[in-house]
């Protein structure tokens, strides 16, 4: 149980598209879900917070007006990269956290994304 | 604000040999403490995690990590490596009054050697 399905795993895209990414719980609901950025070689670095039917969450220095989170239903939650661009390459990891985190956190498997 | 810091960046340690990595975590009350680990191009995989009771914790492949109050300590460990466990570890604190944020410490990355 417990599983939440991220789509794409890969994705690559031209300088100035947008690009979504999807992170479904597949056998559970979920109001909240984190976002996190990776870059190469570094750690897990928490965007947003995504909250089902109101405003995500964002975290400082984090544009939210690049990086768009849709949460409008209990079991799926979107981060949109608007206006790509190479410095956006990353890997995205989306997470929830299970009873308010008193039963851990499940990951998506991430959306490695690379910007030509 | 809670913090996670993993001193070493990086371990080389000889397979057989025994593991230890080192997190230290800072804030008010006992957080939900985690180990992760993320092998090249991957996702995270949980190893264990303390939230309350019994200081050690087992994990799976092996691993067991102590939870210190004192030292506000999440030290991770196994006794003998294997050539698998190379990869990056990722120790983690997380908190209810936090708003249930998870924060990653720096990660450390463990070199087997034959």
């Known amino acids: 149980g417990a599983v939440v399905s991220q789509h794409p795993s890969r994705v690559i895209c031209k300088s100035g598209t947008s690009v979504k990414i999807e992170c479904r719980s597949l056998?559970?609901?979920?109001?909240?879900m984190f976002w996190y950025r990776q870059f190469p070689k570094q750690s897990l670095m928490l965007m947003a917070t995504?909250?089902?039917?109101?405003?995500?969450?964002?975290e400082q220095g984090v544009e939210k007006d690049k990086f768009l989170i849709n949460h409008a239903s209990l079991t799926l939650s979107t981060l949109t990269v608007t206006s790509a661009h190479p410095e956006d390459s990353s890997f995205y990891i989306c997470?929830?956290?299970?009873?308010?985190?008193?039963?851990?956190?499940?990951f998506g498997s991430g959306t490695r994304l690379t910007v030509v | 604000a809670q913090s996670v810091t993993q001193p070493d960046i990086h371990i080389t340690v000889s397979e057989g040999a025994s593991l230890e990595l080192r997190c230290n975590y800072s804030?008010?009350?006992?957080?939900?403490l985690f180990w992760y680990v993320q092998s090249p191009g991957q996702g995270l995989q949980l190893l264990l995690k303390?939230?309350?009771?019994?200081?050690l914790v087992q994990g799976i492949k092996g691993f067991e990590a102590e939870f210190k109050r004192s030292q506000s300590s999440f030290n991770l460990r196994k006794p003998s490596v294997h050539w698998s466990d190379a990869a990056e570890y990722f120790c983690?604190?997380?908190?209810?009054?936090?708003?249930?944020?998870?924060?990653f410490g720096g990660g450390t990355r463990v070199l087997v050697k034959p």
């Open positions: 983690a604190v997380g908190a209810k009054a936090a708003g249930n944020k998870l924060t």
């Open positions: 997470s929830v956290p299970l009873a308010n985190g008193g039963n851990g956190y499940t």
């Open positions: 804030y008010g009350a006992t957080p939900y």
């Open positions: 056998d559970f609901q979920a109001t909240t």
């Open positions: 303390y939230f309350s009771g019994d200081t």
């Open positions: 995504s909250n089902e039917g109101s405003k995500a969450t964002y």
